[in-house]
Structure formats: C-alpha cells, structure tokens
Nanobody, 126 residues
Framework: QVQLVESGGGLVQAGGSLRLSCAAS????????MGWFRRTPGKEREFVAT????????YYSDSVKGRFTISRDNAKNTVYLQMNSLKPEDTAVYYC???????????????????WGQGTQVTVSS
C-alpha cells in the first residue's frame, strides 16, 4: 500500500521559512517523479513544484520561483520543499504527489497523478 505522509507545516510570520517533508512508502521511490501542490479554501488546487526521479530536473510555478526549493533524498524515500521568504498568500494546505510518469504529467495533468498525501497546513501571518 502506497503512502505519502507530509510533515513540517505550521504557523510562521511573513518573511520566515519552513521546510516540508514527504515520506513515501510502498513504492520504488526512485522510479517516481514527485511534486508539491497547495489548496486554499475556495480556490482550485495549485501546482507548486516538481522534481524528476534523480533530482536533476525541477520546475516551479511562477508564484514560488526563487523562494521555494524542491529536493529529494532517494535513500530516505523523502521529498522536501524548502520555503523561504514566505508571504501570507502562501497560506494553504500543501500536498505531496507521486507519479511514475514524471514531472511533465505532474505539472500539466495533476488529475492523472497516481498518489497523493493527506496534506499539511501552512499558515503565514502578516
């Protein structure tokens, strides 16, 4: 059974930092592209970042580019999202996603992603 478990969310002041983690189990982690999405009440799910199986290719939404960094440790079956210079508009539930098809699918057709985590709340106060 595949599980993706996010952690690291919380409350932070604007300008601060958080690092999210997503621990994967039940799959061959190095075969999967990984991604992060977020959702705010009343808004559609928003793509944040994605990383390919080796970590050699990453892609970010314009809203987080230059502030967030996605990375992975295949030995630990974990993907990370380092979030710096946080803004109140970054407040959302953040979800981890995994798919063997890789970063293109994750970025362009998230409705086809195989696996999702349960989410972790990030709140940025002004």
């Amino acid at each position: 059974q595949v599980q993706l478990v996010e952690s690291g969310g919380g409350l932070v002041q604007a300008g601060g930092s958080l690092r999210l983690s997503c621990a994967a189990s039940g799959l061959t982690f190095s075969n999967y592209g990984m991604g992060w999405f977020r959702r705010t009440p009343g808004k559609e799910r928003e793509f944040v970042a994605t990383i390919n199986w080796s970590g050699g290719s990453t892609y970010y939404s314009d809203s987080v580019k230059g502030r967030f960094t996605i990375s992975r440790d295949n030995a630990k079956n974990t993907v990370y999202l380092q979030m710096n210079s946080l803004k109140p508009e970054d407040t959302a539930v953040y979800y981890c996603a995994a798919d063997p098809a890789g970063t293109a699918l994750i970025r362009t057709t998230p409705e086809k992603i195989d696996y999702w985590g349960q989410g972790t709340q990030v709140t940025v106060s002004s």
